[in-house]
């Protein structure tokens, strides 16, 4: 009798695993949900990003039939960023399928294919986790990896200085919220090298949102309307809008994913993180092709699986891999305000 081979199936192929853990639900955290990334893939494992020094100014007037303003040339250069590589091994070992079908039945397929799922939804979870922290770090200006080292200081790499902290002292009464609103957005507009953006979004630590909503000029704004009702109503409200900033509570998350982040919350508690949004290219994510000779020079996508036996053959290997790089491509428009 031929043995049959459950894991030489259609569905156990690196195509079929694959796009099976395209489709797995991807919902890692608030900024990746949020849109702020355009995403795409791309067939080499480094990238470049230009940057044009360019700079908007006034045209002065010349004779009518005779020559115009002559300006000089924009300013180019080129920035390569290495794609990182980040992958999770697993294996589903002979045992763990002992009884689940007989030797040389194939119609228990669906049991086994199950049981390879929950393995790569867990460890693509873990991954979906990875990018949301490698996104927060890029509206941080430096990324980080899981034990807090650093990846990419987008300020160094630019050869910029960070932008100065924006002071907010929530907890005394006579402080002027809309103000300190004014100051980021104006900072931002000062350097921001787009025509136009859509919003500025504030990403708040627990006790900056905590300190902002029960700040006295924010509560007397909202006094006697709907929103000051939910803010009232539900202290863990995610967002609402204030003098041109829609702030955001993000949620941190539980103490081991901020153990799994360096030991820190992806955004500590007393700081707010600024971005423009509407702004194309500002932040960008790019997904490489995974490390196999079937997807050398081919279109990255967010997922990759793969198995294959074991020396031993005691089991299936399982492999589970991202290929992503998170960046801002103008980091001195990422400001901070600090709860003071």
């Not at 980040?86 to 002979?94: E, H, K, P, S, W």
């Not at 995610?238 to 982040?261: D, L, V």
């Not at 500590?268 to 960008?284: K, M, Y």
Request: proline residues 5%; aromatic residues 8%.
């Amino acid at each position: 009798m031929e043995v049959f081979d459950v894991f030489n199936e259609d569905p156990f192929t690196l195509v079929s695993l694959t796009a099976s853990a395209n489709r797995l639900p991807y919902v890692p955290g608030q900024v990746s949900s949020s849109g702020l990334f355009e995403e795409d893939g791309v067939p080499t494992t480094t990238i470049l990003v230009e940057e044009l020094n360019g700079s908007l100014s006034m045209i002065a007037p010349t004779p009518r039939g005779g020559p115009g303003e002559t300006v000089i040339q924009d300013k180019r250069s080129m920035r390569s960023f290495q794609i990182p590589h980040f992958q999770r091994d697993d294996a589903v070992m002979a045992d763990e399928v002992q009884g689940v079908r007989m030797l040389g039945i194939n119609n228990e397929l669906e049991t086994v294919q199950n049981r390879v799922d929950v393995k790569m939804g867990r460890h693509f979870r873990d991954l979906d986790a990875t990018l949301e922290h490698q996104r927060v770090g890029a509206i941080k200006g430096v990324i980080t990896n899981k034990t807090g080292g650093t990846m990419f200081d987008l300020f160094a790499l630019y050869g910029i200085s960070a932008p100065a902290d924006v002071s907010f002292p929530l907890t005394t009464d006579t402080t002027k919220v809309r103000q300190l609103t004014l100051q980021v957005i104006t900072s931002i507009e000062d350097v921001l090298e787009a025509a136009s953006y859509s919003g500025i979004r504030g990403y708040c630590g627990k006790t900056f949102w905590s300190n902002l909503i029960e700040n006295k000029s924010v509560k007397e704004t909202y006094l006697n309307t709907v929103q000051a009702q939910e803010l009232r109503g539900d202290p863990s409200a995610k967002e609402f809008e204030f003098g041109g900033i829609t702030f955001e509570r993000y949620r941190t998350g539980s103490k081991a994913s901020a153990a799994n982040a360096g030991g820190a919350p992806f955004i500590a508690d007393t700081e707010c993180r600024f971005v423009v949004e509407g702004v194309t290219g500002l932040f960008i994510t790019r997904f490489a092709p995974a490390d196999y000779p079937e997807t050398v020079n081919t279109i990255g996508l967010p997922r990759y699986a793969m198995q294959y036996p074991m020396e031993n053959r005691k089991g299936r290997a399982l492999a589970m891999q991202s290929n992503s790089i998170n960046i801002c491509t103008q980091p001195k428009t990422l400001f901070r305000g600090v709860a003071s």
